[in-house]
């Protein structure tokens, strides 16, 4: 089955800084990659998604790039900002609606 | 708008007892169900999804099981709980598309088992 790794499992950067988080899966029939946002004591939320007939996507300070042939696919976060401070999970779809998700990126913004 | 109610939120239970955590989504027609584990410090493990009725795609062969008795009901259970069960519990639902879509997650059920 798919299995989605993601590093790095902490991160901590400073106010204005980029943030760069990156996974790989497994399974090459997967096509959607989402990247979901967890802030303490909330339920995750998504933020920015990726099919695979795309290789880069934006939303204002956010981008998530994808690479089929060596299967990863990266989260980008610039001029971050203390609000940003929250658990990141990737995930990839190998298709039939199931979505399994990375072990998740504590990000810490400094300010 | 959609919602989604899982409970109970919080729950403390001894090793050997049975468990049964409820979840249904309100506002929209035949979801995808899913049921996640979060242990401490981890990430969200798939444990169940549901295209409908009665379909249940298990992914951890544990001492877990799942059932949908209805279209936006999603039951997660247990005959005897395991002290390895404790964890963060999370339902969530998409919508039924030709590939798969945002989740929308619950609140979480969080259980200790002593």
């Known amino acids: 089955g798919e299995n989605v790794e993601q590093h790095p499992s902490t991160l901590s950067v400073q106010e204005g800084d980029s943030a760069v988080i990156k996974c790989t899966y497994s399974?090459?029939?997967?096509?959607?990659f989402p990247w979901y946002k967890q802030e303490l004591g909330k339920r995750p939320q998504l933020i920015i998604d990726?099919?695979?007939?795309?290789g880069e996507k934006k939303d204002q300070r956010i981008a998530v790039t994808l690479n089929k042939t060596a299967k990863h696919f990266s989260l980008h976060i610039t001029e971050t900002q203390p609000e940003d401070s929250a658990v990141y999970f990737c995930?990839?779809?190998?298709?039939?609606?199931?979505?399994?998700f990375g072990a998740g990126t504590i990000l810490r913004v400094k300010s | 708008s959609q919602t989604i109610h899982q409970w109970p939120a919080t729950l403390v239970q001894p090793v050997g007892s049975p468990l049964s955590l409820e979840c249904t989504v309100e506002?929209?027609?035949?979801?995808?169900l899913y049921w996640y584990r979060q242990a401490a410090g981890r990430g969200l493990q798939l444990l169940f999804y549901?295209?409908?009725?009665?379909?249940i795609s298990s992914e951890v062969p544990q001492n877990l099981s799942a059932s949908r008795p209805q279209d936006r009901q999603f039951i997660l259970s247990s005959k005897k709980l395991l002290l390895s069960d404790s964890g963060f519990y999370l339902c969530?639902?998409?919508?039924?598309?030709?590939?798969?879509?945002?989740?929308?997650f619950g609140e979480g059920s969080r259980l200790t088992v002593l």
């Open positions: 969530a639902w998409s919508v039924r598309l030709a590939g798969t879509g945002e989740l929308f």
């Open positions: 399974d090459s029939a997967s096509n959607y």
């Open positions: 990726i099919r695979s007939n795309v």
């Open positions: 995930a990839a779809s190998p298709g039939g609606n199931k979505l399994v």
């Open positions: 506002g929209t027609s035949n979801p995808n």
């Open positions: 549901s295209v409908g009725i009665g379909q």
